[in-house]
């Protein structure tokens, strides 16, 4: 049921209706009663010799509410069935608080991006995301699960990888020409290397783009190096300064930067707020703002968005998705050029302000994580679906052919299968479940599918998947998948990663420059099955 923000004067509701409800609470009465006596006693109590009415400690219940972790929408439905959920609670810090907004606001306390905030930007937090500190829980808990804020994660990148360990710590190996692995050299590294000069500082999101990488740090800084410029031709520039070891970007001092993604001409961050700033692309490709083709200074994404917190951003080839959290439930809004249906909207037209994409509300579907590839989009609901849609060259969208989708579409072939995060490259889609699963489909180019088909009549083994297929080589592995990367670019050979539960990073496809972290023998350029990387991510 949709969190409001407001209050309600609804009268008293019996102790005894609880009961029906889906939150159970009476775990907080400490001696049980007769069925009779519990229709005749409200939640209050009437001091009873042997009952515990739960105004007669509400610290109590306090307590109880924060411990047991519970979800935003259960302390809404807490509040909407019983008035004592609802009312003042008359503790600090302030007393006109209820229980359930307590609750709420002792779990965001927890949150590391939440903690170092000024009691000023809290209060202007709370109203971004609708008055109502259970909404700003639904924020920071939506944030922390699409992004692997705090965790571990790796990301393949055009020609050369990242890897961050839970504590922080950056590895970086492959592709160097323009300095991207941060090491002081151009020099390529084909085993993952720690990047020395970022020692006492606690790395938490890592993106990476052709000739370039970023990192974010705990306390909400930037850090790049690489091609020193967001706005030049991708593939061949000339003239472009590098730097080779991290840089605080300067221009994002002022701005606590939670994550930050590069796409094809343009780079964008998403501030602990909520809001979304982007570098401008040049020429009418300016997205979200209006500015002159050389100015690489963060702007405001404006239009729709700029009073909706965002939870995560997504960037393809000259377009970017951000996932709003709204009052009532999750959206989905695009922005950039349209080419091939991949804005989501039903056309191939560009969209110069952000867009909400209605698609979602037809299929009741709740969006929770989003993906952009360079062609295609995906997104995994609250229920599990998967849905895709843009352009469906060699079977990207798995819909079992290569026709465009301007609108997302549900993934029918994966209708037995929970979804709980979704990965997108260059006409690459890598589906995981809630049971470490990992499906893929599409471009079979670099083995970077993980199927390691069999050669055909031509020797060839790069055999393009229409439809969902389960990745039975990560099976071997034994353990949970938590996190799929894979190459989202259209200027390299894809490769791909597969992060386990315990830490252990498993790496395939394109290796030529050294980016799957390990030697190649043979001549080798790639490789079909998932081999162990030498390095742990714990």
């Known amino acids: 049921m949709p969190m409001d923000a407001t209050t309600s004067g609804t009268p008293t509701i019996q102790y005894?209706?609880?009961?029906?409800?889906?939150?159970?609470?009476?775990?907080?009465?400490a001696v049980p009663v007769s069925t009779y006596q519990r229709n005749q006693h409200h939640c209050f109590g009437d001091l009873i010799p042997g009952e515990f009415p739960l105004a007669t400690n509400p610290s109590i219940?306090?307590?109880?509410?924060?411990?047991?972790?519970?979800?935003?929408?259960?302390?809404a439905k807490l509040e909407a069935t019983c008035s004592f959920f609802r009312q003042p609670a008359n503790f600090p810090p302030d007393n006109e608080l209820s229980i359930s907004e307590l609750a709420a606001l002792d779990m965001c306390q927890k949150r590391a991006i939440f903690k170092p905030m000024a009691p000023e930007e809290r209060r202007d937090l709370k109203q971004r995301c609708g008055g109502s500190w259970k909404l700003v829980l639904r924020f920071l808990l939506a944030g922390e699960a699409c992004c692997r804020r705090e965790r571990s994660q790796a990301i393949a990148g055009p020609g050369h990888s990242i890897a961050v360990t839970s504590n922080g710590v950056v590895y970086s190996f492959g592709s160097n020409s323009s300095g991207q692995l941060g090491h002081g050299t151009t020099e390529e590294e084909w085993r993952p290397r720690q990047i020395r000069s970022l020692r006492g500082i606690r790395i938490i999101q890592a993106a990476a783009g052709p000739g370039r990488t970023m990192l974010i740090s705990d306390a909400g800084q930037v850090y790049a190096f690489g091609k020193d410029s967001f706005g030049e031709v991708e593939y061949g520039a000339q003239g472009t300064k590098i730097v080779t070891t991290p840089q605080l970007v300067e221009s994002l001092k002022n701005i606590f930067v939670v994550q930050a993604v590069i796409g094809n001409f343009f780079t964008a961050v998403l501030s602990r707020e909520g809001r979304v700033y982007t570098f401008s692309w040049g020429n009418d490709g300016r997205i979200g703002h209006q500015t002159e083709p050389n100015d690489v200074e963060p702007h405001p994404l404006l239009g729709a968005l700029e009073n909706i917190p965002v939870v995560q951003i997504a960037a393809g080839y000259c377009y970017l998705l951000a996932l709003a959290c709204h009052p009532r439930g999750m959206s989905v809004y695009s922005v950039g050029c349209g080419l091939g249906g991949k804005l989501?909207?039903?056309?191939?037209t560009d969209e110069k302000y952000p867009r909400l994409i209605e698609q979602f509300q037809l299929l009741n579907l709740q969006p929770m994580v989003v993906a952009a590839g360079a062609w295609?989009?995906?997104?995994?609901?609250?229920?599990?679906?998967?849905?895709?849609?843009?352009?469906?060259?060699?079977?990207?969208?798995?819909?079992?052919?290569?026709?465009?989708?301007s609108v997302p579409k549900v993934v029918e072939a994966l209708s037995k299968v929970k979804a709980v995060n979704v990965a997108t490259g260059d006409y690459t889609t890598f589906v995981v479940s809630d049971d470490g699963d990992v499906y893929?489909?599409?471009?079979?180019?670099?083995?970077?599918?993980?199927?390691?088909?069999?050669?055909?009549?031509?020797?060839?083994?790069?055999?393009?998947?229409?439809?969902?297929?389960?990745?039975t080589s990560l099976k071997e592995v034994k353990e949970r998948v938590v996190q799929i990367s894979l190459t989202n670019s259209i200027y390299w050979n894809a490769h791909t990663f597969a992060l386990t539960e315990s830490g252990k990073l498993y790496a395939f496809g394109a290796g030529d420059k050294g980016q799957l972290g390990m030697e190649l023998v043979n001549n080798q350029s790639e490789r079909g099955n998932p081999e162990r990387v030498d390095v742990d991510l714990r």
């Open 61 to 75: 219940v306090l307590h109880v509410l924060t411990a047991c972790n519970l979800d935003p929408q259960d302390l």
């Open 376 to 405: 295609h989009a995906a997104v995994v609901g609250r229920d599990g679906r998967v849905c895709t849609w843009g352009w469906g060259r060699y079977g990207c969208l798995g819909h079992g052919n290569e026709e465009c989708e």
């Open 344 to 348: 989501g909207h039903g056309s191939r």
């Open 440 to 471: 893929s489909f599409g471009c079979g180019e670099s083995a970077s599918l993980g199927h390691n088909a069999a050669a055909d009549e031509q020797g060839n083994r790069h055999v393009n998947v229409l439809s969902p297929e389960l990745v």
């Open 16 to 29: 005894h209706n609880i009961n029906d409800q889906p939150v159970t609470v009476t775990a907080i009465v």
